[in-house]
Structures are given as structure tokens and as C-alpha cells.
DNA sequence: GTGAAAGCGCTAACAG
DNA sequence: CTGTTAGCGCTTTCAC
């Protein structure tokens, strides 16, 4: 109870009268013990307070059990849905996660790889911020690696796990052109969030295929911050005091549409319709509350968790694994009626 | 390049020409070596595409040069602050970050840290569920602990960090007995979020300092969940028509009030007022924005983490570091004029 | 400065 | 069924 230092399985090997091998078989579950010696192995371990150390089955398996995660950021909803689901995921496969943060610098990114690396984790699971990592190195020496909710251009042969996005703008651009919108804008992002242009090119597709024009005017990309994505809605709506409708990229972007529109005193959706992909969870308390695609970012991870260890035989197959999306419809798009604004 | 297995420090000794010693010493930055020497191993590592193993490396040492960390729900944007700022801290110092929910489960909390123990990480951080963990033994045995955001009545010894919840709420009712309310209710939590009780105490004692009746009738506790919130604040202004103002003791009872006045065409703050603790992002979306307490949940996990790993001689020493809150006036709260409801 | 050797705690043959 | 043995990749005396 005072030892200074944890037992090893060599003092419950003494302690029990039995050899190392025997204790390593209990605890490992390898094998098979005679109950009554089992039962020896765990009194003496309990008396003594013994935990394997994973750090010698790892160096003996050559491999810690433990898969890496990296995301852009903990705290944005989206993200924080998709650790918590390669959470979950792991915890049914019985591995530990790291996390790790990127901030959207590849350079960090690459870093964090690194890191993953020498801890010899059984995979890495990424949002990833770019290339410069040395993605197939790291998916070749030690680990296995699963994109989640972006795929990269010159990285197909990694598998990825993504929201179906375009379909979720579709639906959204059909809504709204159902509701008899014309003039409708797009806030994307510049920096790419999802499939890079994914989205404004299914709000391009599908306002053609509706036969509504879509004006260049009316697209505009702002980078993925606070300030920049008020900026884009606060220049849009001004310069463009037409539009009857905007489709948001990401909540970032909804917000700042949100904000905006107040501070115009334009009323939603009386004067202008907003909705916006990602369902965070204060789309509902907004006034009028917010209509939007909610993505699936904790099936996310935990498909890509699955595929990470579960399934190395089916990656990569057949594509991109995509999960659909869903439009939430709420209060904040109305029916154009003529001679608004 | 095509090797099946990653390359040792072996392999890089043997191509450098040196012996594994000096290329342990070159990546340990332990000992002096000649730079001519170094500059050998160097190479003969990039040529071998070498990264040593954190596990080796470990099992020497006796640590993982990991840290555990244990959050209630890495989704709740409090708790993905704190991991924010541990992330943040453990990167300083060259950690790396092995994070799990317990989800409020004191057994699955135990199991977790039974895990980290396995893992052997050099501390752990813990927003703890409840006292099934055998912290105590996990402190000693191979790792220190550290409590974050909550204490643990029968574990004081263990070293915490706290927001200062009380002062919190005092400033919260303060404002709103200086706005002229009189009739103010106190949504608060059943199990507890921060130190048990500390909220509503705080609540109850500067009503009392201030000459304001604290009615029973107007404290309610609500389990933290979204339909026991709801239910919790539907049934409050339901039953006292009269309240004119509401403190949220978190940001779910907070979002249960605002929803809750909406349903009954109360009018925020004209009607009721709301205010919070715990200033999550949308709180300035909400129309009208919210009034809350902002509690730093970030630099608390940057000060646990740095606690755990950086000052373990400071630790626990008089009393849990408490951080400060901050009021963030917005405008979900009004003065109270005459006849009102 | 550098190398040889002895483990760190565990698993996996291989004998018995 | 169980014990013995040989490492897994690394750090660290201790000589040279």
C-alpha cells in the first residue's frame, strides 16, 4: 500500500506463486488458466494494487491501443458532435482517444501527426486543415487514417466519412425557391469548410435546374471567423437590398446573417428569409427560430472511428462514405409575397 | 521507404555508424554529442524515415508524457472550453491529451480513470461526477490529480480550480435588485453543476442582504436536462404569474426560461426578465440578447492543467484557486415599472 | 564524446 | 495448464 512504485506483474507473479506468464494470461485474457490459479493471480493483484501497465503491452504489441483525433477547434459545435462521437465509438471498441486541436494551420496539423506517430496510435482520425502533413506517412509507417467531413484534393485514397452536404444546400435552395424566393443570396466560406466550392456549386446547380438566376452578385465567400463572415452579410445586404433570402454556409455565417439583419432592423423572416447549414443547438432559441441542415457530425465520427477500427478491409472502397443531412424547417423563412422590400 | 516495420533506434545507430546510446542522446536532447556526430544521426534518422517510440520511450521513464482528461459532455460549450484550455496548456508543455466523457456516470467515470492509470498518464483532470473513482489511489499510485469547475465534498485535499459561481450570482441578482425587482425566482440545478448548492446559496443570502424575500416558492431545481428544464421553468412562471424576473443557474434552465416565456407570450424583459450563468455564444443571438454570467471555462482548464503539470509543489495549498465571472449585461433584462403583469 | 549492457513491464513462443 | 525465455525500443549508468 506505501510501495513508492506501482506493482508489475512480476510482484503478483511472486506474490501468487506463479510464473509472469501465467498473471500476463489473466489479465490479457489470453489463453487458458485454471480458475483456481485465476483466482490466486486476481487476489494477489488486488492485495497489491497491481494495474498493467499499458505501456509494456504497447511496446510489446507495438501498438497503444489509443487513436489520435484532430479537429479544428473543440469548441465549435460541429466539431465537438464529432468527438464526441469517435467517443463513443471507442469507448464500444475498448480504445482511448487523443484529441488535439489544429486551428486550421497545416503546419500545427503536420505537428500533431507527428506527435500521433511516436505515441505508435492505431489510427488517426482528422478534420483535416490541409497537406502539408505527411498523410501517407502517416497512414504507411504506424497507424491507419480516416478523414472526417472533408476530403482532400490530392489525398483520395484515404478514407472519408462526410455530411452529404450538397444534398443539404439543395434542399435548402429548393425550400426557398418553393416559397417563391428569386433573389436569393449565398454566403459561403473562402477558406474551404466541407468540400472546397461543394456547396456554392449545389446553390449554383440548383437554382439553374429551378430556373432561377443565380447572380454572382449574390455569392459571396467570407473567411471562417466572426468578424470577416459579418462583414460579407453586413456588405450584402446593404449593396444588395433585394435579396429576399439567404442560404448561410455554416452557423458562423447564419449568425452573422442573424446580426445583421437586426442591426438593418429588417425583420425575419417579413423582410428577408435567413437558413443555414448546421443545426447547433441555438437554431431553436433564435427569434424567429433559425430553419436549417442539420448535419450528422457525431454519426461522423463515429462511422469514421468504425472504419478506423473495425472495418480496415472496407476503406476506401467505393468512394467517400456520405450521410445524409436533414432540413430542419422553423420559423425563419416565409412565403415571398409581392412588392416586399 | 517499403519497410514493413518503422525503423529503431537501431536501425538508425547502425546507419549512422554510432552506437543506439548516441542516438538516444541526439533525440533525448539528454548528454553532449559532437555536432558532427549528431549531424550523422540526423540523417541517417531522415534517411530511415525514423521517429522514436513514445512507448520505449515510456516504459523507461515510467510515464506516458500523457494527461487525462474526464469532462461530463464534451458537446456542453462550457465543458469544451475547459478542454479548449487544457489542450492549449498540455501543447505549452509539450503534452499530449487523452480526453473521455463520463456523462455524470460515477462508475463510467471510474472505469476511465482506471484506464488512465493503465496508460500511465502523468495526471489527471477531472470534472468530476462523483466519488465512486477511487481518486485518492489514482493521485498516489502513478498520477496526480486535479479538479476543475467542481469540488468533491469528501476530497478536499485534491487541488481544484473553480469559477466563482457564488460571485457570480451575486452580481446577477445584485443587477437585478437594483433594476427594481422584487419578485425574483432562481432556477437552479438538482444534481449539481459547480459546487453543490453554492448557486442557489449565494442567490438566497444577497436577497436577504439586500431586504429582498427570498420565497421558497420561487427556488426550483431541475435535473440538467432539456426536458427537465423546460418543465422546471414551464411549471415556475406558470404557477407564479407574478415573478417579474428570472435568474437561470446554467445555460439549459437559461434556454428553458427564454423558450418557456416565448410559449407564454411573455415578453422579454417588457414582461419577465432573464438572465443566466454561463455566457455560451448564442446567449447574444437570443432576441433580445441574453443578460449572463460569464465563467471562464477556459482558462480554467489552462490553469488545471498548468497546476497539474508545472507547479506540482503549489498544489492544493490554501484552499481551490477560484477564477473570476464576469457580468456581461445585455438586453434580456428591464427595470421594473409599476403594475407590470 | 561515445559505446556496451542492463533493464523498464509486458507478451508470445516453446517446452514441460 | 503453466513456467522459462527472449525480446519490444528506449534511457542510463559506467567504462573507455
Known sequence: MADRRSATIKDVAAAAGVGIATVSRVFSGTGAVADATRERVLAAARELDYRPSALGRGLKLRRSGGIGLIVPDVTDPFCAELVAGVLACARTLGGHVIVDAAHGDPEREAEIVDRFVEQRVDGIIARPAGETADWRAAARVCSSVVFADRILPGLAEIPTVLADDAGGVRSLAEYL?????????????????????????????????????????????????RDAAYAAAAGLLQRRADVTAV???????????????RELDLRVPADVSIAMVDDVPWAELCDPPLTAVARPGRDIGYRACELLLREPARRGRGGPVRLPTELVVRGSCGALRAGRR
Do not use: K, Q, S
Open 247 to 261: 442560404v448561410a454556409a455554416e452557423h458562423l455565417l447564419g449568425e452573422a446573417a442573424v446580426l445583421v439583419a
Open 177 to 225: 425557391v418553393g416559397l417563391g424566393h428569386r433573389r436569393i443570396a449565398f454566403l459561403g466560406a473562402a477558406a474551404p469548410g466541407g468540400e472546397p466550392g461543394v456547396r456554392e456549386r449545389a446553390f449554383r446547380d440548383t437554382l439553374e435546374r429551378l430556373g432561377v438566376p443565380a447572380e454572382d452578385d449574390l455569392v459571396v465567400a467570407a473567411r471562417p471567423a
